[in-house]
C-alpha cells in the first residue's frame, strides 16, 4: 500500500470504507491565482505586508532622523533597531514554516499531529538552549554606543541563575535595581507566564477542534479578533507610560495599520486553502498464471 499526501480535488479509501467508495475531501474550489493561491490570498497576502510596512515606517523614519521622536522616546534609536529586529526575527520563522511545508509535500505520508508537535517543541528547546547564549548580547541592542558590553555573554550564567531567582519572586531588591543596566521587574512574573503558557496551550487546543469540527470560518474570525483586543491591549499599556507617547499622529496610522490587517485576514481568508488529503493507491498484481501455463 502507497500513501501520498497531495492538494486538490482527490478521494479516500479508508481502512473500514468499502472497496470503490469515494468520500470527496475538497474543501472549496479557490480561484485562478498564482503558484497554488486563489487572487483573495495574494490580495489578503499583499494588504497585510502594506499594514505591516506602514507600522515600521516610524522606526525606519527614526534610522533618517534621529532626534524626530526624542520628544515621545528618550531612547527613539534603540526602540527603532529593536522593532526592525524583531520584525526580521519573523524571517527565519516563515522560512522554517515553509521549509515544513516543503516536507510534509516532499515525502507525501500520514503524519501524526501530536507526535509532530512533540518532536517539533523538542527541537525548538534545543535551538533556543543554544542560541540564548549567543544572542544574549542583544539585549542591550543599540541602547548606547557600546552596548555589546552592557550584557556580555560570558554573565550569561549567572543572568540565568537570578532570572529564575526573579521567576519565583526571590531576588534580592538590590541586584535587581542595580545589578543589570535595565532594572528587573519581578512583580507577576510568575503569574504572567502561567497565563502565557495556559493561553498558548488553549489556543492550540481550540485551533484543533476547531479544525476537525470543519469550522475554519469561526477560526479565521477569532483570528481578526485577536489583532483587534492585540492592539487596544498595548494602546492601553502604552497610556500608563507618560514618556511614551507618540502622539495623534502615530495613534493614527497604527489605527490604520489595524485595519488593514483585519481587512487583508479577512480578504486571505475568503477562499479556503484545499486540504491535504491522503490517498490510498492499491499496487497491481501481477498475473503469474499466464507464466505457469506457458
Known amino acids: 500500500v502507497c500513501c501520498g ?8 479509501e479508508g481502512d473500514n470504507a468499502t472497496p470503490g467508495t469515494q468520500y470527496d475531501v475538497n474543501v472549496g474550489t479557490p480561484q485562478p491565482g498564482c503558484g497554488g493561491l486563489s487572487l483573495e490570498h495574494i490580495s489578503g497576502s499583499i494588504i497585510i505586508s502594506l499594514a505591516v510596512l506602514l507600522a515600521l515606517s516610524p522606526s525606519i523614519y527614526t534610522l533618517m532622523d534621529q ?6 522616546d528618550p531612547l527613539p534609536n534603540m526602540t527603532a533597531y529593536n522593532t526592525l529586529l524583531f520584525c526580521c526575527a519573523c524571517i527565519p520563522a516563515a522560512a522554517s514554516q515553509l521549509y515544513k ?6 515525502y507525501k505520508q500520514p503524519v501524526q499531529p501530536d507526535y ?6 523538542i527541537f525548538q528547546l534545543i535551538f533556543a538552549t543554544i542560541m540564548s547564549p549567543l544572542v544574549y548580547t542583544l539585549l542591550g541592542f543599540a541602547a548606547a554606543d557600546d552596548w555589546p558590553k552592557l550584557y556580555p555573554s560570558a554573565e550569561f550564567s549567572k543572568n540565568y541563575a537570578e532570572g529564575f531567582q526573579c521567576f519565583f519572586g526571590n531576588l534580592d531588591e538590590d541586584t535587581a535595581e542595580n545589578g543589570y543596566p535595565d532594572e528587573a521587574k519581578c512583580d507577576h512574573s510568575l503569574l504572567l507566564v502561567v497565563l502565557y503558557s495556559f493561553s498558548v496551550i488553549s489556543v492550540g ?8 469540527a470543519g469550522a475554519t470560518k469561526v477560526m479565521y474570525r477569532g483570528v481578526s479578533a485577536g489583532i483587534i483586543f ?10 500608563h507610560i507618560p514618556y511614551f507617547s507618540y502622539g495623534a499622529a502615530i495613534d493614527s496610522l497604527n489605527l490604520v495599520c489595524l485595519m488593514l490587517l483585519v481587512v487583508g485576514s479577512e480578504v486571505y481568508h475568503r477562499v479556503s486553502l484545499q486540504d491535504a488529503t491522503f490517498e490510498t493507491g492499491y499496487l497491481e498484481v501481477e498475473n503469474f498464471f499466464d507464466e505457469v501455463i506457458e
Open 5 to 12: 499526501q497531495s492538494r486538490g480535488q482527490g478521494s479516500r
Open 67 to 72: 532626534n524626530f521622536f526624542k520628544y515621545a
Open 101 to 106: 511545508e516543503h516536507i510534509f509535500l516532499e
Open 116 to 121: 509532530l508537535n512533540l518532536i517539533l517543541s
Open 205 to 212: 487546543v481550540a485551533v484543533d477542534k476547531i479544525v476537525n
Open 230 to 239: 492585540a492592539v487596544i491591549s498595548l494602546y492601553i499599556y502604552d497610556m
